[in-house]
């Protein structure tokens, strides 16, 4: 069957993705099952989506009775799931409303139209450029493959949407020198993902607000990959003690079910009134009861400072790794959103674990990523680190 089903997905699925020779059937806590049986550790987690693992016996009892109840209905009528959604994120954020989408990107398109139409409003037509960072991710539609700022995502699309500018990472003095008039936000991801797991420099996003504060442009978080306690706080911005104007979340909001929801401060969500914006499924109560039950969990079940503490574990042993390999060039991240850096292609590694019952993720060729549930036990880590450590091994040896 497992042969058929991939020789058949061959056939008709779009070929966007590169996909590992696996057909995966079931999952439990940090477990996946596939057709044939084999089990592995999932350290992917759907990319930081599924903080709280696979089957979670409360979440999926949330969404059998939500399903029995109601699944859909329009956004021309309340209902309750929703907008207890909603005042949580209001209660345990700098934002005081929500607008629900479906996605990442669609969350960045949310953001970017309304920090658009809050100068707009204002009538300063002409202030609609927003100024991100060179090796960025905000998503694949039109508008959010114009704000990542890497060539080969971009390749093959243009024209791009005009009104994007970039400047590296981690660089006070090059937004200084950018950010002006007519800039009307700076978007940035507190910790690069998919970029590369690129902390920021301990006070560049204060400096950023700083900025932001003289020039008049908003700024906008896009945390979507590092928020819901990914980082070890519930949203990374936290650790700097900065605070957006704008905040953009999906991936881990409903542990896998597909939500995105951009927040926003009184002052600029102002800016969205009936008609400006829209989306037919955004907030449906389904998946709103499902991000709720996602929410309570991860707070009141201490979750994000369980997976603080794993995350320090995990990085002190990927640091002993690296003493003991050359191959490892550096060790970074925050939280469980961890990076190995090699000196040497990613694939091998990632097929090596994968062999060995561990799913773990590359990304910009030598980067590898570790992003499991937020739930993740010491065993099961230490397991990774041994099969890790023979990989290595190997590796430096043929080198
Ligand atoms: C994954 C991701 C997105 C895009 O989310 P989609 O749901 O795939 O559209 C945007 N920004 C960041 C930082 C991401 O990690």
């Not at 497992?2 to 070929?15: D, L, P």
């Not at 905000?138 to 493959?145: F, I």
């Amino acid at each position: 069957m497992t042969a058929e089903i991939m020789q058949q997905a061959e056939q008709v699925i779009a070929k966007t993705y590169q996909r590992f020779p696996v057909v995966l059937e079931t999952g439990s806590g940090c477990t996946l099952v596939d057709t044939s049986g084999r089990r592995f550790i999932d350290f992917v987690a759907g990319i930081a989506v599924c903080n709280l693992g696979h089957a979670h016996e409360g979440i999926t009892r949330a969404v059998i009775r939500q399903a029995q109840a109601l699944w859909h209905v329009s956004n021309l009528y309340y209902t309750v799931p929703q907008v207890e959604l909603a005042a949580w994120l209001v209660a345990h954020s700098f934002a005081d409303r929500v607008f629900f989408c479906n996605s990442g990107a669609e969350a960045n398109e949310a953001a970017i139209k309304l920090a658009r139409k809050y100068f707009y409003d204002r009538g300063e037509k002409g202030r609609f450029t927003i100024v991100a960072m060179e090796q960025s991710f905000h998503g694949r539609t039109m508008a959010t493959l114009s704000a990542t700022g890497q060539s080969k995502i971009r390749k093959g699309f243009d024209p791009v949407l005009p009104g994007f500018e970039f400047v590296p990472f981690n660089d006070i003095q090059a937004l200084r020198d950018k950010v002006g008039s007519s800039t009307c936000a700076v978007l940035v991801e507190p910790v690069q993902g998919e970029g590369g797991v690129r902390c920021p420099d301990a006070d560049y996003l204060k400096a950023m607000r700083q900025i932001c504060d003289e020039t008049g442009a908003l700024l906008i978080f896009d945390e979507i990959q590092t928020g819901m306690g990914r980082t070890g706080r519930l949203f990374a911005h936290e650790h700097f003690k900065v605070q957006p104007d704008i905040m953009t979340l999906a991936k881990a909001l409903a542990n896998g079910l597909p939500i995105g929801a951009m927040l926003a401060s009184e002052k600029v969500a102002g800016a969205f009134g009936p008609g400006a914006h829209a989306s037919t499924f955004g907030g449906t109560p389904l998946v709103s009861a499902a991000a709720l039950e996602v929410c309570r969990t991860l707070v009141d079940n201490h979750v994000i400072e369980q997976g603080r503490k794993s995350g320090e574990y995990f990085r002190e042993k990927l640091e002993a790794l690296q003493k003991r390999h050359d191959c490892v060039v550096e060790v970074r991240g925050l939280g469980l959103l961890l990076a190995m850096e090699l000196n040497i292609a990613g694939k091998s590694i990632v097929d090596g674990c994968m062999q060995r019952g561990f799913l773990i993720n590359c990304i910009q060729e030598k980067i590898l990523r570790f992003v499991p549930p937020l739930i993740i036990s010491r065993e099961e880590i230490d397991a990774l680190m041994g099969c890790l450590d023979e990989l290595l091994g190997a590796d430096t040896a043929v080198a």
